[in-house]
């Protein structure tokens, strides 16, 4: 049973330029959420899906920012224009809706540094 | 509004010492869930427990144990001689169901740990 995966590790780029990353689910996993972390802080919550449906975005997450699930198997999370500010770890984690909460299982992250 | 506090920046212990990891939480809801997630320095967060809130019993797991306790919103995780191998960053997490009906996890800012050998 693979864990959840995410392409590419780090990612370097220049300001104003788009980003692209991946993030591949358990394969059973229904649900799918992408976090942000900074230096020192916990994740941020910023997009949830369930399935192909993007059911919740947070405030964090600009007009800049897009994400994608086709088919309800992988996601990507677009960052257009970038600045210096996004420069952060992004975390991918998926869940299997079920009774209660569930428990979400964490990828290892992107590290994005914005030049 | 829902919030995780984790008071203790960074924690440095000697080898088979034994340590606690604070959590204070903060919600109005009735039904929560309270993790522990484990963030090693090549930076995946690796699931530990789970707790809801309707379950107080303390729960052990090897050398880790956690301390459940609503009356003080508290979620306390202790490492019970500790192992170099422990050193990582240690986050509390409170899951919640907003308006919307999606299900959202708030961290804390997490707690450092080095075990020293």
């Known amino acids: 049973d693979t864990g959840v995966s995410q392409d590419p590790r780090h990612k370097i780029t220049k300001r104003g330029q788009n980003v692209t990353f991946r993030c591949d689910p358990i394969?059973?996993?229904?649900?799918l959420y992408w976090y942000r972390q900074t230096l020192g802080q916990g994740p941020e919550f910023l997009t949830y899906?369930?399935?192909?449906?993007?059911?919740?975005k947070s405030r964090l997450l600009s007009d800049r920012f897009s994400a994608e699930r086709p088919k309800g198997s992988f996601s990507t999370l677009e960052i257009q224009r970038t600045e210096q500010g996004d420069s952060a770890m992004y975390l991918c984690?998926?869940?299997?809706?079920?009774?209660?909460?569930?428990?979400?299982?964490f990828g290892p992250g992107t590290r994005l540094t914005v030049l | 509004a829902q919030k995780v506090t984790q008071a203790q920046t960074e924690i440095s212990v000697v080898e088979k010492e034994d340590v606690t990891l604070d959590c204070v939480y903060e919600?109005?809801?009735?039904?929560?869930?309270l993790f522990w997630y484990k963030q090693p320095p090549s930076g995946e967060l690796v699931f530990l427990i789970r707790?809801?809130?309707?379950?107080?019993q303390n729960e052990i797991s090897g050398r880790y144990s956690w301390n459940f306790q609503k009356s003080t919103s508290s979620f306390n995780f202790t490492i019970t001689a500790s192992q170099v191998v422990d050193s990582a960053v240690y986050f509390c997490?409170?899951?919640?169901?907003?308006?919307?009906?999606?299900?959202?996890?708030?961290f804390g800012k997490g707690t450092k740990l080095t075990v020293n050998p």
């Open positions: 984690a998926s869940s299997l809706l079920g009774g209660g909460a569930d428990t979400q299982y």
């Open positions: 394969s059973e996993h229904n649900r």
């Open positions: 899906f369930q399935n192909e449906a993007q059911l919740e």
């Open positions: 919600t109005r809801d009735t039904t929560y869930y």
């Open positions: 707790r809801n809130s309707f379950d107080e």
């Open positions: 997490a409170l899951s919640f169901i907003t308006q919307g009906g999606s299900e959202k996890l708030v």
